[in-house]
């Protein structure tokens, strides 16, 4: 007698197949949600309130004060994403133009020769700080606060040394000048009003680590290394390098904050810059970047810096005392983060 054989199920015939998310859910579960909501909240609330706000030479100013402090925090975001912080970029970009000016100024060169020092000092402070910081194993917040308060002294002990002065000599008919103003400070007319080119760098260099965040292999390396460093060195990712690199990334682009402080004034105050470190961090973090790392992205940032620079100029054009303009910061950096951790707590239960 036989027995008829019937098919038994197979493991794959019982695996359930992962559902791709829907798009309210992708939509939510972006880094950018919390500080786009903010930024239309902002904006509809100063048209209402604040009529001259609604006018074009308004938002030229809204992006120009966006512009100086979202460059720098494009590349604080990454860093951050990358797990680490830097509270010594506000005064780097002072340090970047006190050296590209003293150098210039003091050795009667042409102004490029000061500028491309510049650079070479500011990714040398970046670069000590992400090899102490990978050397000691030390937190990054206590070697960049340590370089935070060195460079603050140097800033003001080297330019009373060397100019006998707390500014710096003003560079403005010097060889090269003009040129390099064109690059890092210029006026662009567009119709009836004129922006600054660092509103045009400012988008550039959003998109640029946009890019590298979602479409290179060393975008998935920052996610990695500020989300688990360990595993990531385990399974080959170059997490000295990956990291080191995002500190010269801020280094990099506070030489061009402190290059365009110095082209757009030709003289630069050495005790500038103090605090600035910290708006670059809100302006990462009302854009979605976690303080545990691994998370967030440099549109959030972008974003984040537009909310400061709305809030500041909008307060002003409504006419309400300026006092409050870093309460106002301060607030919507507190419900950002809040609404941060709610996004990232449904998202990672559905």
């Known amino acids: 007698m036989t027995q008829a054989l019937t098919p038994t199920p197979t493991a794959s015939a019982h695996r359930v ?21 903010g930024v239309i909240a902002v904006f509809v609330l100063f048209f209402a309130v604040a009529p001259p706000f609604r006018g074009p030479a308004a ?5 120009y004060s966006s512009s100086t402090i979202g460059i720098v925090a494009v590349a604080v975001a990454l860093l951050m994403i990358g797990g680490e912080f830097d509270l010594s970029a506000g005064v780097a970009v002072t340090t970047s133009s006190l050296v590209g000016s003293i150098v210039a100024y003091q050795f009667s060169v042409n102004v490029w020769v000061g500028v491309l020092v510049a650079l070479i000092v500011s990714l040398g402070i970046g670069f000590l700080n ?9 937190p990054s917040f206590l070697i960049t606060l340590a370089s935070f308060l060195m460079l603050q002294g140097l800033n003001l002990a080297v330019t009373k040394l060397v100019t006998g002065n707390v500014a710096s000599d003003s560079i403005a008919d010097m060889d090269g000048f003009d040129s390099a103003k064109a690059i890092f400070a210029a006026d662009i007319p567009i119709g009836n009003v004129t922006i600054k080119v660092t509103v045009l760098w400012w988008i550039a260099f959003v998109a640029v680590a946009t890019w590298l965040l979602l479409k290179t292999k060393a975008g998935n390396w920052i996610f990695a290394v500020g989300g688990q460093a360990d595993s990531s060195r385990a399974v080959g990712v170059p997490v000295k390098q990956t990291k080191i690199g995002l500190f010269m990334g801020v280094g990099l682009l506070a030489w061009f904050g402190g290059m365009h402080q110095l082209f757009a004034f030709d003289s630069v105050q050495s005790g ?7 708006l670059f961090i809100a302006a990462a973090v009302i854009g979605g970047c976690l303080l545990t790392g691994g998370y967030g992205s440099a549109i959030g940032a972008g974003i984040g810096a537009l909310i400061y620079g709305a809030t500041t100029q909008g307060i002003v054009y409504a006419g309400w005392n300026p006092d409050w303009v ?10 950002a983060t809040l609404l941060n951790m709610w996004v990232r707590l449904r998202t990672s239960r559905r």
């Open 272 to 278: 500038t810059g103090i605090g600035q470190e910290l």
């Open 326 to 335: 870093k309460f106002f910061v301060g607030a919507t950096l507190l419900v």
């Open 130 to 138: 992400g090899y102490l910081v990978m050397r000691t194993k030390l």
């Open 59 to 63: 938002l030229s100013t809204v992006l």
């Open 17 to 37: 197949q992962a559902q791709p998310r829907s798009l309210v859910r992708r939509i939510v579960s972006r880094p950018e949600l919390s500080s786009l909501l």
